[in-house]
């Protein structure tokens, strides 16, 4: 579904992707982890359409369509959505006002009919029952005044209700103590489903005890430098992010 | 030599009237000579130097007189869609109080005189005004202001009073200084909220409305006092607010500057004595060639109180805004905590804002914070609202709708609505070039 083949970005002329090659089929979870500053959120902005990164080399296809060539919104539209690390707060900006125009406006773009307020309202109530979630959060601003755990629950609460193709996540797990990764991780496992992939970014493995990955992917320096299933992510545990430097002074 | 012209012009109207004017003739006798000693704002004026009035005094307005001028069933149809037909409605047409117009359901316990009568009886006295040319329409309020409206708030909760300040209508209410004042007693362990709304039915001719809100909070009283203003465009609108705050009294105050040619309203907060807490929300939205200017002066005069200052300005067109925030921490006020946030966006080129806030602490242990933003929208929460489907015409909309928003979000209700209401339709009419 995805497909990543050796892209190269740059940030303000420094080279921080350097050839990173990855494919996610439907359905699967992959795991990309490594140490700060190898470009793991870099590749969750590229994907996602933000402003301030060169694509200077490789490509991103989404089914075989260019995803480069799209604006952040036409991405959504095609079903992407990246959960923030740090999600903004917009005091003043209703949380279902906002949500209801963005479901809508994904809804408009592939020619579904619009949700007016009761109908949004029943759906929103659903989500948010699945993520534990207080009612109270309908009527607050966008994450204004949230604790870190709200915030994420909030991106979980908004991934659940655009129902997306492709999840990217990014440090999903962080900030958040072991009853919010619970919560958090339990909502993303009710939204695993055949034809939804998952790619999450995360520094830690504790996360992945929770959700457990398909394919775990190390990302060093720009490219990935080993890839395997869920004993990578262990071995990882054990062994830190040290051994990387010392393959990578030894190729 | 155009303001001596003009001083001497107020003069005549003084002499001309005081003899009808109700109550205490002397407060009002000290106040013309003061202004007659001082003079109006000019050039000079430190106070004044981002609003020029030479074209404004230049009008050779007369004094409204308590003639109605309003077309009745269009009032009647706007008291209903401020306030819940069991909530009262004050309104006056160019100053004066209208009783038929009315609605006094609801009151109940709240003591309301028009101030006419109110200052007749002795119930109330017009304030002292202060000396100074920055002060001159303080003065010429209490020389020349007969009526508006004196609310004495007992302990309890009480509703939503709204006060609906029209200009008028027609030829009749043009070419007109109207003067209006509204003088707010809260007792003891009071809770209310008090809404206003300045609005110029007929939005093309020239006015001059000169307001003076005059409160005084005893112990433990809460208010929330909001101030809508849509003026007409050719209007020049000025309020006064002058609240002392006592022990433990909480005052919230929304300043919403959206209409007149030249809107200047001035707020003097004092706190003044332990654990007063004043909230203070503006919004400045100018357009075409309109200009807002707020000067707010927030005395600290005592330990342990606590105030927030949030400024939004939202200018298109050639729209103009001018904030300017002073804290002043007075020697002995020690546990001072004061925030003060002024955060402007430029829609156009020519758009201006002039932001100013100033602390001055002359006490040790204090926690004061400001801080002054002019820009365009945040990229971060831009791409956010993109990230999840909305294009970025909708995403730009959103965000300039929520950034208006902060300053009125607490207030709701049917007067919530009424207010954002009128600020959406004020953001759809501003001009991006």
Not at chain 2, 122 to 133: F, I, Q, S, Y
Not at chain 2, 321 to 335: I, K, L, S, W
Request: proline fraction near 3%; hydrophobic fraction near 40%.
């Amino acid at each position: 579904m995805l497909k990543v083949n050796d892209l190269k970005v740059e940030v303000e002329g420094k080279s921080i992707l350097k050839g990173l090659t990855l494919n996610v089929g439907a359905g699967e979870v992959h795991a990309i982890m490594g140490p700060n500053g190898s470009g793991k959120s870099t590749l969750s902005h590229v994907l996602s359409g933000r402003e301030g990164y060169e694509v200077v080399g490789g490509s991103i296809t989404l089914d075989g369509e260019d995803l480069l060539a799209l604006s952040p919104e036409e991405r959504a539209w095609k079903g992407l959505f990246l959960g923030f690390q740090y999600p903004v707060a917009i005091p003043g900006l209703n949380s279902s006002v906002f949500m209801r125009e963005a479901v809508n406006a994904v809804r408009r773009s592939r020619g579904e009919s619009e949700y007016d307020a009761m109908d949004f309202l029943a759906i929103a109530r659903e989500k948010m029952k699945l993520l534990e979630m207080d009612e109270s959060f309908m009527t607050r601003a966008v994450n204004d005044g949230f604790s870190g755990g709200e915030k994420k629950r909030n991106e979980i609460y908004q991934m659940a209700l655009l129902e997306p193709r492709l999840a990217i996540l990014d440090e999903i797990d962080s900030g958040l103590d072991i009853d919010a990764l619970r919560i958090v991780s339990e909502g993303i496992n009710k939204l695993r489903s055949a034809d939804r992939s998952f790619i999450l970014v995360t520094h830690y493995q504790r996360l992945l005890d929770y959700v457990v990955p398909d394919y775990v992917h190390v990302l060093s320096r720009g490219v990935i430098v080993r890839s395997g299933g869920r004993e990578l992510a262990l071995e990882l545990e054990s062994s830190g992010y040290g051994w990387l430097e010392n393959e990578t002074a030894q190729a | 030599m155009a303001e001596v012209q003009t001083v001497e012009r107020f003069q005549q109207d003084y002499a001309a009237r005081k003899q009808h004017l109700p109550g205490d003739a002397q407060v009002r006798e000290r106040a013309m000579a003061q202004l007659l000693a001082d003079g109006l704002p000019n050039r000079k004026t430190e106070r004044w130097r981002y609003t020029r009035l030479n074209r404004v005094l230049k009008q050779e307005f007369a004094p409204a007189k308590p003639e109605s001028s309003l077309n009745d069933p269009a009032v009647l149809a706007l008291v209903d869609q401020v306030a819940n037909s069991d909530s009262p409605v004050l309104v006056f047409d160019q100053g004066y109080y209208r009783p038929e117009l009315s609605r006094l359901t609801g009151l109940g316990e709240v003591e309301f005189k028009p101030l006419g009568v109110a200052l007749e009886s002795g119930d109330v006295t017009l304030a002292e005004a202060t000396g100074g040319r920055d002060r001159a329409f303080d003065q010429l309020n209490t020389a020349l202001v007969a009526d508006g409206a004196w609310l004495n708030l007992p302990a309890g909760k009480h509703g939503l009073i709204t006060l609906l300040v029209l200009a008028g209508e027609g030829e009749a209410a043009a070419e007109q200084t109207q003067y209006w004042r509204l003088v707010i007693s809260a007792q003891s362990q009071s809770e209310s909220e008090i809404a206003i709304v300045y609005a110029g039915g007929d939005l093309s001719k020239a006015y001059h409305a000169n307001n003076y809100i005059d409160i005084d909070l005893a112990p433990t009283a809460q208010l929330v006092v909001s101030q809508f203003q849509q003026q007409g465009e050719e209007a020049f609108h000025v309020a006064a607010l002058r609240a002392r705050l006592q022990r433990d009294s909480v005052l919230k105050t929304h300043v919403l500057a959206l209409g007149a040619g030249i809107s200047r309203d001035d707020l003097d907060i004092i706190l003044d004595d332990k654990g007063a807490h004043a909230e203070i929300d503006v919004l400045q939205l100018t357009n075409n060639r309109q200009h807002a200017d707020l000067h707010l002066n927030l005395e600290h005069a005592a330990p342990h109180c606590t105030s927030q200052v949030n400024h939004h300005g939202l200018f298109g067109g050639h729209g103009r805004g001018v904030f300017n925030g002073r804290v002043h921490v007075h020697p002995g006020a020690d546990g001072t905590d004061s925030q003060m946030s002024s955060k402007n966006l430029l829609l156009s080129e020519a758009a201006e804002i002039d932001t100013k806030p100033e602390l001055e602490i002359y006490a040790d242990d204090v926690k004061c914070s400001h801080g002054a933003t002019v820009g365009d929208l945040n990229r971060d929460e831009l791409f956010y609202l993109r990230s999840r489907g909305l294009t970025e015409p909708q995403a730009r909309a959103l965000l300039l709708n929520a950034f208006a928003a902060a300053s009125f979000s607490s207030l709701v209700g049917l007067w919530g609505e009424f207010v954002a209401e009128g600020v959406t339709e004020k953001m759809d009419q501003l001009s991006h070039e």
